[in-house]
């Protein structure tokens, strides 16, 4: 059967009124609104491991009240990684560093750099069997960092420009989604 375009206009029309009263009650649940976000999150770091072909990867977000960032999704990583690194501030590690500098930050070896040695975390993360690890802000369009994408290579390696430069495409869209649905919330 084939229809007109004022007949799919007009259903088209039906099916949004019917859903839009359900979507509105969903954005005020909190409950779904939690599992939508780290389920979006999740998402995400799944994709920096795509992009990347890291080993682990975690993201961050800025904590307003601790002014640090804390893991908020992640993959690959035990308990004492988790632990150690659940809230990093200004200059701490390499997500430390990049949110300190506001730029993306490639440490090819961890246990030859300058970010590293000598510090507690150095253990940790080779404990972590992480030996390669690149972080990129999460900016919004106030120039404030939001948040970190992270992702962990198991062997010293450096991914090319491209790569990083996809990287750096995907934490743009996260920050403005970040953006967009926190002034949904408010």
């Given at each position: 059967m084939r229809i007109t375009a004022n007949q799919a206009i007009?259903?088209?029309?039906?099916i949004r009124a019917s859903i839009t009263p359900q979507?509105?009650?969903?954005?005020?649940?909190?409950?779904?609104?939690?599992?939508?976000?780290?389920?979006?999150?999740?998402?995400?770091?799944?994709?920096?491991?795509?992009?990347?072909?890291?080993?682990m990867a975690n993201l961050q977000l800025v904590d307003r009240a601790s002014k640090g960032l804390r893991i908020e999704a992640q993959r690959g990583f035990s308990q004492p990684f988790l632990g150690f690194f659940n809230c990093v501030h200004d200059g701490r590690a390499v997500c430390g560093t990049a949110l300190r500098n506001r730029s993306q930050i490639m440490v090819p070896d961890v246990a030859e750099s300058p970010i590293f040695l000598g510090t507690p975390a150095l253990e940790v993360?080779?404990?972590?069997?992480?030996?390669?690890?690149?972080?990129?802000?999460?900016?919004?369009?106030?120039?404030?960092?939001?948040?970190?994408?992270?992702?962990?290579w198991q062997r010293p390696w450096r991914?090319?420009?491209?790569?990083?430069?996809?990287?750096?495409?995907?934490?743009?869209?996260?920050?403005?989604?970040?953006?967009?649905?926190?002034?949904?919330?408010?």
């Open positions: 007009k259903e088209a029309r039906q979507l509105k009650q969903m954005t005020q649940d909190a409950r779904f609104r939690r599992r939508f976000r780290d389920s979006m999150l999740t998402t995400i770091v799944d994709q920096a491991i795509r992009i990347t072909g890291a080993d993360v080779l404990d972590a069997s992480v030996r390669a690890v690149q972080s990129t802000p999460l900016v919004g369009p106030d120039g404030c960092v939001l948040g970190m994408i992270s992702t962990h991914p090319s420009n491209h790569i990083l430069y996809l990287l750096s495409l995907l934490a743009r869209g996260v920050a403005d989604w970040h953006v967009q649905r926190a002034s949904v919330i408010q």
